[in-house]
Each structure stands twice: as structure tokens, then as C-alpha cells.
């Protein structure tokens, strides 16, 4: 454990602001910059949800899930998506004994607290679907037996930009089940000079320990810090901007669907996580208006007549947010 490691109980907004803090410090000993990718990963394991990293390869998606695992405490498990993957190979399966002419359950590599399901898009759909019933009930069932993975499990994917050659877009249902998508970009100028006289020089390594990146918490730090943050207040005027802002989304002509009453739920939870992270006990629309974009921009479908147009995503989102009022 390290030296900053959270032992006691988390029992205010201070506290979880502090735990946050002491998770960034030690991503950044392994990963430079990517802080707002950070954030969401943050608000994700605070919410109760999953987070889908979307980005060219070489900017660190990996590294960054592996040394947010190592810092949280949680056990870490990795699933290298390759097209030849079947669902079994994720979820495992009642293998038979011939030496004991019984069958027994072989668990797959699902059964952990974090799951590092790495470029998700480049497996078929039918793969894909072995990890729907985990991300939204948390349980996997094999032959009739439903098994539990636990409160804490959370997935966190990588893909590559659906543009590459050898991918398979992830279907709605699919994508619903994400809290977020973060688009993962291209570091500065600064950055990228910092990364390559860091790694240059250490290798290829890409074990956090290897970077001195040491856990901060536990799954009991984490459990109170969730606990905390279902106490953030979300006053009525909020909870109308936030209704506002999805049914925003429906009606639009550029847009051929629009968001869920899910999707609200799911934004007012992690606008309270982000909160509880900023040190506060009340949610600001700040914390909407920061959080919508990369909570919005995979549930929403552009018009045929917006994608001849070459309108993108962001963009529609971006002038969503902006016509829909803010409480002052």
C-alpha cells in the first residue's frame, strides 16, 4: 500500500475530495496528462458506472485502466478482444471432469472487480453481448445459474475510432450500458515531449508498479466514498435543467434519436459523484454541463440528412447544452 493509502472510514465530501486527489497523484507518476479522461473514470467508480475510452492506439487507454485498478485497490482482471473470441472465453463455462464424471464451473476472466475489456469493437457483436447482463445487473449466468460479480464491478473499454479498418460498432443496447464515453486524444506539444523522455527512457514498460504507482484505497474506502456521495443534494431546479437537457436531445432535427429517461437518471447520479469529488454537498450545473457531453455523445444517432452534412456529434451536443437555460 502506499504511504497516502485510505484506511479510515470516508464519511464526508472532504474526505472522498481528498481520495480523489490521492487517485490522480498517483496516475500521473505513470500517465501524463489525460487528466479530464481521469475525471470521468473518477465520477464512473463513484456513480456505479462504466466508462468506454474511445482513441487512437498509443495514447495510454491501457496503461491508464491498469493504474486505475492498481490505485483503487481492486482486484483487476483483462480481456484482449480479438475477432476469434467466443462468449465463453469471457464469461466461462461448465466444463466436464472425466476424472470425477461430474461437471465444474471454470470462471472466466469477467469474475474480477475491474474489467479491462481491451478494444472492445474489434470482436463481433455476439462476443460483445456476453458482457450486457454483467454491466447492467451485475450477475453472469452460465447453464441456468445466475453468479454474482459483486457491487463493485466496473468495465472500463477501450475501442478504437470505429473509422479503422477491422472493427464492429458496438450496438445502442451496448453502448447504453456505458456511463461514458471518452474520446481519448492526441496529448500536447508539453505532454507528448514528457512522454516520450519518460518512457523513452523506461522501456516499454506498462506494469504501474514499474512507475512506482501504489494503491490509495480499498474496496471499503470505495464503498463509503459511494455511500457519501448518495447524500449530495440535487435541488428541484437541477433536477428540472437536467430534464430539460434530455428532453432537449428528442425532436432535434439532426438528430435521429435522442436520450432516455435513463440516461437523466444516470446523469443526475454522476453530476452528485462529481460533486462529492469537487469537496461539495450540493450539485452546481457545472457539474451537469461538464459531465452531458461524454454522457450524451453515444446515445444519440445523427440524422442521414447531418451525417451527408458532415455535422458531428459534438457538436449537436455542444448546441444542445447551450439552448437549454441554466439555473442561476
Known sequence: MGEDTVTGAITTVEDVAALAQAIRGEIGKAVVGQEQTVEVLLVGLFAGGHVLLEGPPGTAKTLLARSFARVIGLDFGRIQFTPDLMPGDIIGANLFNFQTSTF?????????DLLLADEINRTPPKTQAALLE??????VTIDGESLSLGERFMVVAT???????G?????????????????????SAAEERRIIAAHGAHGHAMEPAEWGV??????????????????????????????????GTRGVADLQSGASPRAGAMLAGAARAR?????????????VKALAPALLRHRLILSPAAEIDGRAIEDVVASIIETIEAPR
Open 214 to 247: 501504489a494503491p490509495v484505497a480499498n474496496a471499503a474506502a470505495i464503498a463509503d466514498a459511494i455511500a457519501v456521495v448518495g447524500q449530495v443534494r440535487l435541488v428541484d431546479e437541477l433536477i428540472d435543467y437536467i430534464t430539460a437537457l434530455i428532453r
Open 167 to 187: 472493427v464492429y460498432p458496438l450496438p445502442e443496447a451496448q453502448l447504453d450500458r456505458f456511463l461514458f464515453k471518452q474520446i481519448v486524444d492526441y496529448p
Open 104 to 112: 465444474t464451473l471454470t470462471r472466466g476472466p469477467i469474475f474480477t
Open 275 to 287: 460533486a462529492a469529488i469537487d469537496g461539495r454537498d450540493f450539485v452546481i450545473p457545472d457539474d
Open 159 to 165: 475501442q478504437n475510432p470505429i473509422e479503422q479498418q
Open 134 to 139: 454483467a454491466m447492467q445487473e451485475r450477475t
